[in-house]
């Protein structure tokens, strides 16, 4: 009895789209959507609509040992 229920519901799921979706919504759908709006409101706090925010390097930042650079020679290999 229960082989033939699990059975049926394999065959559901396997060949009917829309039982396909409902089931990934139960396991997948429910916990995605809260996931997103918890990035969503973790990246929008804090902003205001029009607001430009600007990210300044910190001030060692622009001192590098290296200046510029150097040209080195290469060989294509085949």
């Known amino acids: 009895m229960i082989f033939k229920f699990l059975f049926v519901l394999l ?9 396909r979706r409902f089931f990934f919504w139960l396991l997948v759908g429910r916990q995605l959507a809260r996931e997103q709006r918890k990035a969503n409101e973790h990246f929008n706090r804090g902003t205001r609509e029009g607001e430009t925010r600007v990210h300044t390097a910190p001030p060692d930042a622009g001192e590098s040992k ?6 080195v020679d290469y060989t294509e290999v085949k």
């Not at 065959?11 to 789209?17: D, G, N």
């Not at 290296?66 to 040209?71: D, N, S, T, V």
């Open 11 to 19: 065959l559901l799921i396997a060949f009917v789209p829309p039982v």
């Open 66 to 71: 290296l200046k510029g650079g150097e040209y």
